[in-house]
C-alpha cells in the first residue's frame, strides 16, 4: 500500500488519467493509440491490445527482465518493509543484507581504486586507444586497471578498513596457502572491466591480461581473461555484462545481440548499437535466456570466428530456438571478430548486424570449409543443422528451412523432413496459452461480456442482475467468468473513462441487458 502502482508504471509509460483509470501506449507491443490501462484502485495493469496485464510485481518482471524475488526486494526497500525468509528467525535476514552491504561497499572501492591506476599508466591507455576504445566509453563503462603487483589492491582495502573476510569474499582476493592468515590480489596486470547488477551497483570484474607480475615464471602462461568467482552477490548463470545499460534499449527496438567478448560489448555500444549485452566467464545458460525473454525474443548471435565461437554458438542458437527465440547470426568480413570490425569501421558492424541470417543459413555456409567432401557435409548438417530446424518454433519455418536444406545437399524435402522428424522435439514455446489468454474475453458473447463487466466491476448493480436473470443463471456465469475478472473490470473502467459516473453507465448497461433479456424471452414464447 505505501507503493502507487501509477508511480511505478509511470518510469516507463507516460500515463493519461482517465477516469478511474490512467491509459498510455503499451510497453509491450507497439501501437499508436493508447490500449494500456492502469488502475490504482486494485493496483494492476491490463493492455486491451496485446492482453498483457497483472500486477506491480509482474510488470517490473516484464520490463526488467528479473525474477519475482529481486522485485520483491526493491519494492520492500522502497517501502522501508523488512523481508525475513520464511521459517527462519528474525535476526537473519538484517545479518544477509547487511553482508551484501558490505560487499557492495568493496566492490565499489576496488573498482575506484582501479580506475585511478588506470588514469597513473599511460601504456594501458595508449592500448586501449589502439582497441579502438574511446576515452568516454572508458569513463561510462568505469573501465580500471589492476597493477601487476601481488598485494596492490588488498593493501589499499584494507587501509580503508575492509576486513580481509570481506575482501575474499567479495572476490577481489585469495587466502595464501604459504602463509596462513595472509591474502593476495586475484587480478593483477590486468585490464578491469566492472560489471553491475541491474539497479547499477557493481557485484564483480572481469580482467584482460595485459601484463606479467615482476618476478612471475616465464613459463606460465596466463589466462587471457580472469573472472570474479561466484559471490553473494554475483552468479554467473544469471549475470549478463552491459545489461543493467542495454534492457531499455533492447525493450525499445526489440532485440538483442548477444557478444562473446568484453571489448565486444562496449565496442558495440559505442558503435551505436546500445542493445548488446555479453555472458561473463560462462556460456549461455536457460536463466539468461529466461531473462532475456522478458524483453525481446529477437536474438542477434554475433559470434568469434574461430572453430570454439562455432561451436558455441550452434550449442547457443540451439538452446534459444528451443526456449522461443528467433535467432539470427550476422557474417563479420574475413573472419574477424565484432571488436575488431567496430574498431575498423562501426557502420559496418552495425551493416552486418541489420544483415544477419537465420541461424540455419548461417550455419550451413559455415559448415561447408571444414568439410572435406560432400558426404561430410551431408554428415555435418544433419548432426548439427537438423536439430535447429527441428527446435524452430514454427512449421512454416520448417518448411522453408527443409527446402534450403535439400537444395544445399542436393537431396529431396521429403528426405530432409523425415530426418528431422527424428529429432528429439524441443518444449511447446508456441505462445497458444498466450493466444488463449488474450482471447477468453473476445469468446464472450456481448450479453455475458456486459453482465460480466457489471459482476466485477460495479458490484452494486448485482441485485439488479439477478432480479433479471436470476440467482442460480447469474451464480454459475459469475463462477465461468471469473478468469477473466480483472480484465473485465477494466473494460467497465474503460466504459466509464473521464467524460462519464459510474452509475450512468452501470445503468445504461443494466438497461440493454434488460432489453436482451426480455427479446429473449419473447423468442422463446413463440418457438
Not at 523488512?82 to 551484501?100: D, I, M
Not at 527496438?253 to 558495440?268: K, R
Not at 514455446?429 to 474475453?441: E, H, L, M, P, R
Not at 442460480?472 to 467468468?481: D, F, N
Request: proline share 5%; hydrophobic share 40%; aromatic share 8%.
Amino acid at each position: 500500500d505505501r507503493i502507487n502502482i501509477v508511480d511505478i508504471v509511470g518510469q516507463y509509460v507516460k500515463l493519461r488519467k482517465a477516469g478511474r483509470t490512467y491509459t498510455g501506449l503499451c510497453p509491450f507491443h507497439k501501437e499508436r493509440t493508447p490500449s494500456f490501462h492502469v488502475s490504482p484502485e486494485r493496483g494492476t495493469y491490463k493492455c486491451f491490445g496485446c492482453g498483457e496485464g497483472g500486477d506491480i510485481f509482474s510488470f517490473l518482471q516484464k520490463m526488467d527482465g528479473t525474477d519475482f524475488p529481486t522485485v520483491l526486494k526493491q519494492m520492500a526497500e522502497k517501502a522501508g518493509v523488512k523481508l525475513y525468509p520464511r521459517g527462519s528467525t528474525s535476526w537473519k535476514g538484517p545479518e544477509e543484507k547487511e553482508k551484501e552491504e558490505k560487499l557492495h561497499e568493496v566492490c565499489e572501492a576496488a573498482i575506484a581504486f582501479f580506475e585511478q591506476k588506470l588514469k597513473e599508466r599511460k601504456e594501458v591507455q595508449e592500448y586501449l586507444k589502439t582497441r579502438g576504445v574511446h576515452n568516454d566509453t572508458v569513463s561510462a563503462w568505469r573501465l580500471g586497471y589492476a597493477p601487476a603487483e601481488w598485494e596492490s589492491l588488498s593493501k589499499h582495502l584494507l587501509s580503508i578498513g575492509f576486513k580481509k573476510e570481506d575482501i575474499v569474499d567479495a572476490g577481489f582476493a585469495l587466502k595464501s596457502e604459504r602463509k596462513p592468515g595472509e591474502i593476495f590480489d586475484r587480478f593483477r596486470g590486468r585490464i578491469i572491466f566492472p560489471i553491475f547488477d541491474l539497479s547499477g551497483k557493481p557485484i564483480a570484474v572481469s580482467g584482460r591480461f595485459f601484463e606479467k607480475v615482476l618476478g612471475a615464471k616465464s613459463e606460465d602462461k596466463p589466462a587471457k581473461y580472469v573472472n570474479s568467482p561466484e559471490t553473494l552477490l554475483f552468479k554467473k548463470s544469471r549475470v549478463l555484462y552491459g545489461l543493467d545499460r542495454a534492457r531499455n534499449n533492447i525493450r525499445k527496438l526489440d532485440c538483442i545481440l548477444l557478444v562473446e567478448g568484453q571489448f565486444d560489448l562496449i565496442l558495440a555500444h559505442q558503435s551505436g548499437l546500445p542493445f548488446a549485452v555479453a555472458l561473463s566467464g560462462t556460456a549461455l545458460t536457460p536463466e539468461h535466456l529466461s531473462i532475456l525473454g522478458k524483453l525481446s525474443k529477437r536474438l542477434v548471435l554475433a559470434l568469434d570466428a574461430d572453430q570454439a565461437g562455432l561451436r558455441s554458438g550452434l550449442k547457443s542458437a540451439h538452446m534459444a530456438l528451443v526456449a522461443g527465440f528467433d535467432v539470427k547470426v550476422p557474417i563479420f568480413p574475413d573472419g574477424k571478430d565484432p571488436a575488431d570490425v567496430a574498431r575498423e569501421n562501426p557502420e559496418l558492424l552495425k551493416a552486418a548486424i541489420r544483415t544477419s541470417k537465420t541461424s540455419v543459413e548461417f550455419f550451413l555456409d559455415a559448415l561447408r570449409p571444414g568439410a572435406k567432401d560432400s558426404r561430410t557435409y551431408a554428415k555435418l548438417v544433419e548432426a548439427q543443422v537438423l536439430p535447429l530446424i527441428a527446435a524452430a518454433g514454427s512449421k512454416i519455418e520448417q518448411e522453408q528451412f527443409a527446402r534450403l536444406v535439400a537444395g544445399r545437399l542436393g537431396v529431396s524435402e521429403e528426405a530432409v523432413r523425415a530426418e528431422v522428424a527424428k529429432k528429439p522435439l524441443p518444449p511447446s514455446v508456441d505462445g497458444s496459452s498466450d493466444i488463449q489468454k488474450n482471447s477468453a474475453v473476445v469468446s464472450l458473447t456481448p450479453l455475458e461480456k456486459k453482465i460480466g463487466m457489471l459482476l466485477f466491476g460495479q458490484t452494486g448493480s448485482k441485485w439488479k442482475l439477478e432480479e433479471l436473470l436470476g440467482a442460480v443463471y447469474l451464480g454459475e456465469l459469475q463462477s465461468r467468468l471469473l478468469p477473466q475478472a480483472e480484465d473485465l473490470r477494466f473494460r467497465f473502467d474503460a466504459e466509464v473513462g473521464e467524460h462519464s459516473d459510474e452509475e450512468t453507465i452501470a445503468g445504461d448497461m443494466l438497461a440493454d441487458i434488460g432489453k436482451t433479456v426480455q427479446k429473449e424471452r419473447l423468442k422463446m414464447k413463440f418457438l
